[in-house]
């Protein structure tokens, strides 16, 4: 994922917490850095849940990959 707004390692632990909510994510590694998010799922879930995950903490998702 894409995620624009991330700013420090704090931004970086409420994306991956807001993700690691959804049931069918097993792991979200996050970056700042990179402005990304890798994802390992453990079922199939839709983009837009994933999206909308990350954009309920304020922060907005650029792509899904």
């Known amino acids: 994922m ?3 707004g991330m700013t420090c390692g ?4 409420h994306v991956k917490k ?3 909510a959804l ?3 097993a792991e979200a ?3 700042h850095e990179t402005g990304t998010a890798i994802v390992t799922l453990n ?3 839709a983009n837009e849940a994933l999206k909308q995950a990350v ?3 304020d922060y907005t998702v650029l ?3």
Do not use: F
């Open 55 to 57: 954009e309920a903490q």
């Open 63 to 65: 792509a899904v990959e």
């Open 10 to 13: 704090h931004c970086e632990a």
């Open 18 to 20: 807001a993700l690691e």
């Open 29 to 31: 590694k996050v970056s």
């Open 43 to 45: 079922a199939d879930v």
């Open 2 to 4: 894409k995620i624009e």
């Open 23 to 25: 049931p069918e994510v």
